[in-house]
């Protein structure tokens, strides 16, 4: 299977970042100096929390931390999620690597 390239946009900054089909959507924004905030990085501890206005995501584990109601409102966990498409997300703690 070939490796896809995707272009994340942060809505509320209008950042963008690619992100391959084999990279977690916070590993892409950490190599294209964009700091989301994190901390288990395996999706339990819900402080990567995100919502996906636009595109789809899935998980490299069995069952993020996410309920099927926050799923369905958009909710995401960047640290376990990996771009099946474009993407549009709201990060507002987003920062900028210096």
């Not at 084999?22 to 929390?49: F, K, Q």
């Not at 109601?69 to 507002?92: H, N, R």
């Amino acid at each position: 299977m070939s490796t896809k390239t995707y272009r994340v946009t942060l809505a509320a900054q209008e950042w963008h970042f690619e992100v391959s089909t084999e990279t977690t959507l916070l590993s892409a924004a950490a190599a294209a100096g964009v700091i989301l905030p994190s901390s288990c990085r395996n999706g339990t501890c819900r402080t990567c929390l995100c919502r996906l206005q636009q595109g789809r995501v899935s998980y490299g584990i069995e069952w993020p931390g996410l309920s099927r109601e926050e799923k369905e409102e958009g909710w995401i966990l960047p640290c376990v999620a990996q771009a099946e498409s474009d993407l549009v997300i709201e990060a507002p703690a987003a920062l900028r690597s210096q």
